[in-house]
């Protein structure tokens, strides 16, 4: 295995973030990267309608964290989301999900670097994966609204005979 570590090692410092207390080693082909202690990582950047399908940790968290850390250490952004892509394929992430999350990363990075070939290769990965998720994700989405919406009409009702304070209701829909 390219990671030298083993378990990660993380604590929650925030509502969606969090903290390496433990160094992360990846040993690629032919350099070394270390996320160091403290690092702040979100794990996998997933819509919040999407957590069905791939949720924010799993058999790729170390990949997550990785890709976390070249994005924010100058690495090219096509380098880094080759390595999340590679690392996710030696921590044996079945191939679909590795290559939808690919997919992913490289739309979010607006397939910087990325000639004619690798974007026949994204929109040949991007658009089934579009068409597999949209319709169920719109779902998800349409009953997290609804969700918000009865936590605010009951905030509202109860808010006149509470005497402590209440916390309102946040319709955190945040995409990506």
């Not at 604590?11 to 690629?28: C, D, I, M, N």
């Not at 079945?94 to 990363?105: K, L, Q, S």
């Not at 658009?127 to 998800?140: E, N, Q, W, Y």
């Amino acid at each position: 295995m390219p990671f030298v570590d083993g378990d990660v090692v993380v604590r929650q410092v925030g509502v969606k973030s969090w903290q390496l207390a433990e160094p992360l080693t990846y040993q690629g082909n032919q350099e070394t990267f270390t996320v160091p202690v403290g690092f702040e990582t979100d794990l996998a950047s997933v819509p919040r309608p999407l957590v069905w399908l791939l949720p924010r940790y799993g058999l790729y968290t170390k990949s997550a964290i990785l890709h976390d850390y070249l994005c924010c250490t100058g690495v090219e952004r096509s380098d880094a989301d080759g390595l999340f892509r590679r690392s996710m394929y030696e921590l044996g992430v079945p191939f679909t999900r590795r290559w939808m999350m690919w997919a992913a990363v490289r739309l979010g990075s607006h397939l910087s670097g990325a000639g004619v070939g690798q974007i026949a290769v994204w929109l040949l990965v991007a658009l089934p994966s579009l068409l597999f998720v949209l319709v169920p994700g719109l779902v998800v989405l349409g009953w997290l609204i609804a969700f918000w919406l009865i936590e605010l009409l009951a905030y509202l009702a109860l808010k006149p005979f509470s005497r402590k304070r209440v916390h309102r209701p946040n319709l955190l829909v945040k995409m990506g």
